[in-house]
Every structure is written in C-alpha cells, then in structure tokens.
C-alpha cells in the first residue's frame, strides 16, 4: 500500500497545491514580470484602477487570493503596482516576497490616512518622513529594541520636488502605523500627536523597515481621509481629487 503524504514541510505543502513552479507564495509572477519600481495600495482594485487608468499595456501577474499585481508603462517606463491588503502582517508578506523574490529596487505605497494635527486637514497630502509603531512585529524581530523605521531620502526629495512644482505643499514628518484600527481607547491618538506624529495609519513601519533590511528604497504617501480630531470624513468626490493628485506624486516619483 502507498503511504499517504505528510504535508510535515513547506516545499510538501507548495508541491501538493500546484505552487511548485512560482518564485514566491503569495505572489504569482514569473522571473521579470515585475518592474523594478513599484506602487503599493492597500487595496488590489485599487492596483486594477491604477493599472487601467495610469499605465499604458499594463498586464495581470497575480491573482492569488485576488491580490491583484500588474506591470505596465508610465511615461515609457516600466511600472508595477501590488495590492498590499491591511495592516503589517499583510504588507509584510508581500513586500518580503516583492524584495526578496522578484528584485524590486523601490517601492512607493500610496495610501490614507486618519489626521491627529489640528493643522492637517482631509486631502491633506502627506510624506511619511518615519513611521512609529505600536505594532508587534518590530518587537519580534528586534527583541524588544526599538527600530527607526526612515523613508528614503531621495524618494522624499523627489516626491517633494514634484509636489512643489505642482503648487502642492504637503505635510513632512513622523506617522504612525498601528495595528489598531478600532483602538480601545480612542484618545490614544495624543499620545503620538504630542510628540510630533502627523496621522495615523497601518502599514509604513513595516514597509520601511524591510527596505532598511534588503538595501532597497521606500517611501509611504498618504492622503488625508478622516479626522481622530473632528471625526470628519471625507466624501467620495474629495477622495477621488486626493487620490488623483497623490497618483501624480507617486508616478512622477517612480520614473525619477
Ligand atoms: N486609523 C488607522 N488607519 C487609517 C485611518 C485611521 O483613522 N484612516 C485611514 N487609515
């Protein structure tokens, strides 16, 4: 009698689920599918959107767990963009594999953001200049030291400059990437506002710290889509002007 397999390895697993011809896990592309630069929104429509609306010949690479990768052209020059999904854990899967499997030299996450400065309003544009962190995945790598997660200095210039030479000027410095959304104190957020943190989101730490790991470059833009402060949010028409000025910033960055 044949003796059944144990799926005891993780080359076991991938073999059994057809996987065993991909470079990564989570990411489906072949050798070369994927640009050296690249957009990360957190959400995979998102990718499809940029891709149909801001690249020329752009083309799917993945659709595993419907987490939708594509590559295309900006400008004639060669472009990818990934979905990243929410929160460090997830980010941290696909910017791993994107680093480490498929070579990419700089990755530009574009995304939103919850405002914790009276002077940073909804649309606001804002670079991450570093990112804090509540997260626990730090605390794991670093054994409880604390980490600086920086963006790249060039990528900062670069997307200041473009801002700049649009009229725009967007809010510089520290956020916060937290593992919470639904905090169980909503005051939290002063904490970091006191010490000089501009909004809140759930992924820039991570994404700059795997750069700082892999000799990459990385930087976070984030629009403004809600207040901790006023509690306002931002209607569908103002995130749709936020966005399409962001994607500006973000594209003329990538090919700079
Ligand atoms: N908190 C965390 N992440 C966010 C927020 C927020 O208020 N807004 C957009 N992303």
């Given at each position: 009698?044949?003796?059944?397999?144990?799926?005891?390895?993780?080359?076991?697993?991938?073999?059994?689920?057809?996987?065993?011809?991909?470079?990564s896990?989570?990411?489906?592309?072949?050798?070369?599918?994927?640009?050296e630069?690249?957009?990360?929104?957190?959400?995979?429509?998102?990718?499809?959107?940029?891709?149909?609306?801001?690249?020329?010949?752009?083309?799917?690479?993945?659709?595993?767990?419907?987490?939708?990768?594509?590559?295309?052209?900006?400008?004639?020059?060669p472009?990818?963009?990934?979905?990243?999904?929410?929160?460090?854990?997830?980010?941290?899967?696909?910017?791993?594999?994107?680093?480490?499997?498929?070579?990419?030299?700089?990755?530009?996450?574009?995304?939103?953001?919850?405002?914790?400065?009276?002077?940073?309003?909804?649309?606001?544009?804002?670079i991450?200049?570093?990112?804090?962190?509540?997260?626990g995945?730090?605390?794991?790598?670093?054994?409880?030291?604390?980490?600086?997660?920086?963006?790249?200095?060039?990528?900062?210039?670069?997307?200041?400059?473009?801002?700049?030479?649009?009229?725009?000027?967007?809010?510089?410095?520290?956020?916060?990437?937290?593992?919470?959304?639904?905090?169980?104190?909503?005051?939290?957020?002063?904490?970091?506002?006191?010490?000089?943190?501009?909004?809140?989101?759930?992924?820039?730490?991570e994404?700059?710290?795997?750069?700082?790991?892999?000799?990459?470059?990385?930087?976070?833009?984030?629009?403004?889509?809600?207040?901790?402060?006023?509690?306002?949010?931002?209607?569908?028409?103002?995130?749709?002007?936020?966005?399409?000025?962001?994607?500006?910033?973000?594209?003329?960055?990538?090919?700079?």
């Open positions: 009698m044949r003796k059944p397999r144990l799926l005891t390895s993780r080359l076991h697993f991938f073999e059994a689920n057809n996987y065993s011809n991909s470079m896990v989570h990411i489906a592309a072949k050798p070369g599918e994927i640009a630069t690249i957009l990360l929104p957190g959400d995979p429509l998102r990718a499809k959107f940029i891709a149909e609306t801001f690249l020329e010949n752009a083309r799917r690479y993945n659709e595993v767990r419907s987490m939708f990768g594509y590559t295309g052209t900006y400008k004639g020059k472009v990818s963009v990934q979905g990243t999904g929410m929160g460090i854990p997830s980010i941290s899967i696909y910017v791993n594999e994107l680093f480490r499997d498929y070579g990419v030299k700089r990755a530009i996450r574009i995304g939103t953001a919850g405002s914790i400065r009276e002077s940073l309003k909804i649309r606001d544009l804002v991450a200049l570093s990112a804090c962190t509540d997260s995945a730090n605390n794991i790598r670093f054994g409880g030291r604390n980490y600086a997660p920086t963006a790249s200095f060039s990528l900062v210039k670069q997307a200041w400059d473009s801002a700049v030479s649009r009229g725009w000027k967007p809010a510089v410095g520290p956020v916060v990437s937290s593992d919470m959304f639904y905090t169980e104190d909503p005051e939290e957020w002063k904490l970091w506002a006191n010490f000089g943190c501009l909004c809140v989101e759930m992924e820039t730490a994404l700059y710290t795997l750069a700082a790991k892999y000799g990459r470059e990385a930087l976070s833009l984030l629009t403004i889509s809600d207040s901790l402060i006023s509690h306002e949010i931002t209607s569908a028409e103002e995130r749709q002007t936020a966005f399409t000025r962001m994607m500006e910033v973000a594209l003329e960055t990538a090919i700079s």
